[in-house]
């Protein structure tokens, strides 16, 4: 049988979540009750198009925490050129924290939080062919804080 490369990395990320104790949940709004930190990385940099289901509900507790929420490269719901959405579902979401993984994405110029970049790795020629500074990292650190304002994508 025929099973997509999505479902079986969802069914080893979960048996890995599984096998770390990680609690799953079906009642996201109860379970932000039993939390003081929340992590987004519903979707990431590779979202586009219409928010669809079960994930309205999940992106509206986000929009409605007073729970500091950490987005992973893109918050939720947001368009990785244009930012968060004119209207509708996660129009106002607005995290506390953005880590982006390797380089700032261009959405970046709507983020109002406090902003980490992760991936040291990357080689300067890499950054020149894209166009983008590797931030300054200091002695073996992976993440470097960075402003938020004026911030070249």
Same mark, same amino acid.
């Given at each position: ?7 079986? =990395?969802?069914?080893? =990320?979960?048996?890995?979540?599984? &096998?770390?104790? $990680? +609690? ?11 939390? &003081? ?5 519903? #979707? ?6 219409? !928010?669809?289901?079960?994930? +309205?509900?999940?992106?509206?507790? =986000? ?9 992973? &490269?893109? /918050? %939720? %719901? ?5 930012? /968060?959405?004119? %209207?509708?579902?996660? %129009? ?13 994405? /261009? ?16 080689? +300067? ?6 166009? #983008?500074? !590797? ?7 992976? $993440? ?8 070249? /994508?």
């Amino acid at each position: 049988m025929f099973v997509p490369l999505i479902v079986r =990395l969802q069914q080893r =990320l979960s048996k890995q979540l599984e &096998d770390l104790n $990680v +609690p799953f949940t079906e009642d996201f709004s109860t379970a932000l009750k039993c939390t &003081d930190h929340v992590v987004d990385a519903i #979707f990431g940099f590779s979202f586009s198009g219409e !928010v669809r289901e079960p994930f +309205p509900a999940v992106i509206k507790a =986000l929009e409605e925490t007073k729970l500091p929420v950490t987005s992973v &490269d893109a /918050p %939720s %719901s947001w368009n990785i050129e244009d930012g /968060p959405p004119r %209207s509708g579902v996660g %129009s106002t979401f607005h995290p506390a924290f953005l880590v982006s993984l390797t380089a700032p994405k /261009p959405l970046v110029r709507h983020f109002r939080g406090r902003h980490f970049i992760g991936g040291r790795f990357v080689a +300067p020629s890499v950054a020149l062919k894209y166009d #983008f500074d !590797v931030p300054q990292y200091s002695g073996i650190d992976q $993440v470097v804080e960075v402003p938020t304002s004026g911030e070249k /994508p």
